[in-house]
Structures are given as structure tokens and as C-alpha cells.
């Protein structure tokens, strides 16, 4: 998906009633790792479903966000932050489903990688040197 567009976390096939924490990972371009933790209950159906289901305190927000576990991602050293470099290459994001709350984590029920793009296909970037102009063109 494109970084600025919505993401849609949904979980199925867990038990009815079933208390979770999801976890997310991403490794910046420079080797840091940022982290976001929150914590859910299923349904009675045992699904998962980020657009309706609050976080329940103790991760790293609680409430109706369903892209909280992006805009909570925090670096693991001080006074870092997340800046993206070279826009042609997407960020890597791990997410984990865990069992239960609390640290450490419970056991690992699922996991999956996913690619937040900067560009469109099709997009091309032109670096623009005009005089004292410096400058990125992003076509179309």
C-alpha cells in the first residue's frame, strides 16, 4: 500500500473473547527499530477488526485508532526519529499477533510482512539542477 493511504488491520480465526496484543516492527533505513505495541479483545465471533475493535489501555495507545499501531511506532533508543531518505524503496512492516497481554509477550499466533510504498508504479523522479535550484520532480 502507499504510505499515505489507510491500512486495514483485521485478525480472524482466534477464539471468541480472546484478549490479544498486536505488535508492530519496522526497521528504518538507517538500522533502528520502532516499535508499537496495543492491546485487543476479539468478538464473539473471534475476529479482529481494527476499524470498529478499541485498544484497551496498556500498549501504546488505547482507543478507536485503526491506524494507531502506525502513528504510535516508536524508535527503541532515545532521540531517535523516523525519517525517510531515499522514497523509491517502501518501509518493511512486521506485524504480530500475540497471545494475552503484558510483557513479555505471550505466544506467537501469527505474523505477516507488509510494504508501505512512497511512489505509485508508474511514477518516475527527476532530480532537478537549475542555478542555485535544487529540487525533486515527481512525474506524472
Known amino acids: 500500500s502507499l ?3 489507510p491500512l486495514a488491520i483485521a485478525v480472524q480465526d482466534l477464539g471468541p473473547w ?3 496484543t498486536l505488535r508492530m516492527s519496522l526497521w528504518d533505513e538507517v538500522g533502528e527499530l520502532l516499535q508499537a505495541c496495543a492491546c485487543y479483545q476479539t468478538g464473539d465471533d473471534g475476529g479482529l477488526d481494527l476499524t470498529c475493535c478499541p485498544a484497551l489501555p496498556g500498549g501504546s495507545f488505547s482507543g478507536l485508532e485503526p491506524m494507531g499501531l502506525l502513528w504510535a511506532l516508536q524508535p527503541q533508543k532515545p532521540f531517535r526519529r ?3 531518505r531515499d522514497v523509491q524503496t517502501p518501509f518493511l512492516l512486521q506485524l504480530e499477533v500475540f497471545e494475552g497481554h503484558g510483557e513479555p509477550p505471550g505466544r506467537l499466533l501469527a505474523q505477516v510482512q507488509h510494504e508501505r510504498a512512497f511512489l505509485r508504479d508508474g511514477v518516475r523522479r527527476v532530480p532537478v539542477r537549475e542555478g542555485r ?7 506524472p
Not at 535550484?133 to 512525474?139: P, S
Request: no cysteine; aromatic share 12%.
Open 18 to 20: 480472546q484478549q490479544v
Open 133 to 139: 535550484i535544487r529540487a525533486t520532480l515527481f512525474l
Open 3 to 5: 504510505f499515505d493511504e
Open 82 to 84: 523516523l525519517v525517510k
